[in-house]
């Protein structure tokens, strides 16, 4: 497990870390242009990828109540990056130091219904990085929308063939 794990951490920061560079390319007013998307701005939807990021790291970590750090954060853009690309460290180091033992490992959490589920720390994560990846296509698509020409590839295989 810990060999398929490893480069998707790996590869969410790297990813993560390449977008959020273009998009600090952009005003603060185009991130925070309403756009037509899943969430109306870049920068509600990089809020969104910090909160599911931080959420999962508090349930990992057997917090009791999980709070989305959005719901107290009003910083601009630069010390969002900074959040998430904090976040998403926190995520490869867990997963490096990690046994497969803890992979395997079943804790029990609530998701935001406040409905009950027990799962293994592996499904968990690979949900976590394919998240990541779903969201980042979002974001590259407002980044279009916005007029931004040079946008990086985000693929995992280049990511890999980077190694």
């Given at each position: 497990?810990?060999?398929?794990?490893?480069?998707?951490?790996?590869?969410?920061?790297?990813?993560?870390?390449?977008?959020?560079?273009?998009?600090?390319?952009?005003s603060e007013e185009d991130i925070h242009r309403e756009l037509k998307s899943s969430f109306s701005s870049v920068y509600k939807t990089l809020m969104h990828i910090w909160d599911a990021e931080s959420i999962w790291w508090q349930r990992i970590k057997l917090a009791e109540n999980t709070e989305a750090p959005s719901e107290h954060f009003q910083e601009g853009f630069e010390i969002l990056r900074k959040k998430i690309l904090a976040q998403s460290l926190l995520w490869?180091?867990?997963?490096?130091?990690?046994?497969?033992?803890?992979?395997?490992?079943?804790?029990?959490?609530?998701?935001?219904?406040?409905?009950?589920?027990?799962?293994?720390?592996?499904?968990?994560?690979?949900?976590?990085?394919?998240?990541?990846?779903?969201?980042r296509g979002q974001l590259v698509t407002m980044l279009r929308e916005l007029g931004v020409a040079k946008i990086p590839a985000t693929d995992y295989i280049l990511f890999c063939r980077k190694k």
């Open positions: 497990m810990k060999q398929i794990l490893q480069p998707l951490s790996a590869y969410n920061l790297w990813a993560h870390t390449l977008l959020l560079d273009c998009i600090s390319q952009l490869q180091e867990f997963v490096s130091n990690a046994s497969e033992l803890q992979f395997s490992h079943e804790f029990t959490y609530q998701n935001t219904k406040k409905e009950r589920f027990k799962q293994p720390v592996h499904e968990v994560l690979v949900h976590l990085f394919n998240h990541g990846t779903y969201h």
